[in-house]
């Protein structure tokens, strides 16, 4: 609806015609006051105000009603005779008026400019319920993600008590079983050792995700000899999977870390680095000096690379290439810990990789993380 608001009836009556005509309803006020009471009251799409009346002028009306958030954002077209001086013009456009047309006017140039506000009061309407729909569309996903979490935690929780069982079953049975010196059997309990490993792992994984949502991961930061720490992880890995790492190093230091999980996010990087090489045993370790105070530790693999567009999101929760998340077992938060861990440590990770080509996973880690 439309206000007009003019002291003069036959000014209303005349451009009301008008409006009407053109399919606008109109309501209409004949002073400041009785203006501003229905602008409270109801609500308008544009105010056309006249700008000389007895009592409250146009100009304070529009003052006033800036004033308010219901009604500071309705725009007016300052109808008038007089003031057409250029301070006046500026002064109506202070008062949030949009627009100011002189006396007498066209009344097809003021049909054009109220058909120009009700386009625009249009598009805000239709831009305010889009908002508003996907506002809320975020409100149910992360309702929906808050479950998710929750979810994973309960899961993994429950998942762990009776795996911690079952291996240390697998333990007392290997024991039981040495005296028979079985090959086969021993076989079948080194099988059962690598499943429960992988199934350990993967909880783990789990459960860090849920320390890292819910802000509980905690580090224990000690100082200790960087490069035995990476030896360590580096024979982990050769123990139980078919490969070839190379090792070499440029520096040391004895970092301020938490050294089990500044180990953990080596294995992880190793662990891909065989997983995503099927037809290469090659892995190639390094640490050299990022700078003084930091230390840079590279994992070079001759696997199947990533290409450049995905780069970008591998450290994302739960992403995974899409050519490769077929072929090959996963989660996809293994790196998501990783950087987590790494960013927790004031440090950064990156890669460079080459489709068909191979990856190259690095950190770079403050030397004194704990200062
Ligand atoms: P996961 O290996 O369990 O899927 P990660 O978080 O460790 O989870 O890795 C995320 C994704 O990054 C993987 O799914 C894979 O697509 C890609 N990726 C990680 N490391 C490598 C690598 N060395 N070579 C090729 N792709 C890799």
Same mark, same amino acid.
């Given at each position: 609806m439309i206000l007009i608001v003019d002291d003069i009836p036959e000014n209303i009556f005349s451009l009301k015609k008008v409006l009407e005509l053109n399919n606008f309803s109109v309501d209409t006020a004949s002073s400041g006051e009785e203006a501003l009471k229905k602008i409270l009251k109801n609500s308008y799409f544009l105010i056309i105000l006249d700008v000389q009346m007895p009592g409250m002028d146009g100009f304070e009306v529009a003052e006033t009603i800036s004033g308010y958030s219901k009604t500071k954002d309705i725009p007016i077209i300052f109808l008038s005779a007089?003031?057409?001086?250029?301070?006046?013009?500026?002064?109506?456009?202070e008062y949030g008026g949009l627009d100011y047309v002189t006396k007498p006017f066209d009344a097809d140039i003021l049909l054009l400019k109220v058909k120009t506000f009700y386009r625009l009061y249009k598009q805000k309407i239709e831009l305010k319920f889009t908002q508003e729909s996907l506002r809320e569309?975020?409100?149910?996903?992360?309702?929906?993600?808050?479950?998710?979490?929750?979810? $994973?935690?309960i899961a993994s929780h429950e998942l762990?008590?009776?795996l911690t069982s079952i291996k240390g079953y697998v333990q007392l049975l290997d024991r039981s079983l040495t005296k028979y010196k079985d090959p086969v059997l021993s076989n079948y309990i080194t099988r059962t050792n690598l499943q429960i490993h992988k199934l350990q792992s993967l909880v783990n994984?789990?459960?860090? $995700?849920?320390?890292?949502?819910?802000?509980?991961?905690?580090?224990?930061?000690?100082?200790?000899?960087?490069?035995?720490?990476?030896?360590n992880a580096i024979e982990t890995i050769q123990q139980t999977h078919d490969c070839k790492i190379s090792f070499s190093k440029t520096m040391d230091a004895i970092v301020f870390a938490d050294e089990q999980r500044i180990e953990q996010v080596i294995i992880n990087f190793l662990t891909n680095a065989v997983k995503y090489s099927p037809d290469s045993k090659d892995v190639e370790v390094s640490i050299t000096g990022g700078s003084?105070?930091?230390i840079l530790l590279t994992v070079k693999d001759y696997g199947i690379g990533i290409p450049e567009e995905m780069q970008a999101n591998v450290f994302n929760k739960f992403y995974r290439v899409e050519e490769s998340s077929t072929k090959f077992q996963g989660l996809g938060i293994g790196l998501y810990i990783s950087d987590e861990i790494i960013r927790r440590h004031k440090g950064f990770c990156g890669l460079r990789s080459e489709p068909g080509k191979g990856s190259e996973f690095f950190f770079s880690l403050p030397i004194n993380g704990h200062q």
């Open positions: 007089v003031n057409t001086d250029k301070k006046f013009i500026t002064k109506g456009y569309e975020i409100e149910v996903r992360k309702a929906a993600e808050n479950k998710k979490d929750e979810f $994973i935690s762990k008590t009776p994984d789990l459960l860090d $995700i849920s320390k890292i949502d819910s802000g509980q991961i905690e580090f224990n930061i000690m100082p200790f000899e960087f490069s035995a720490m990476v030896k003084d105070q930091t």
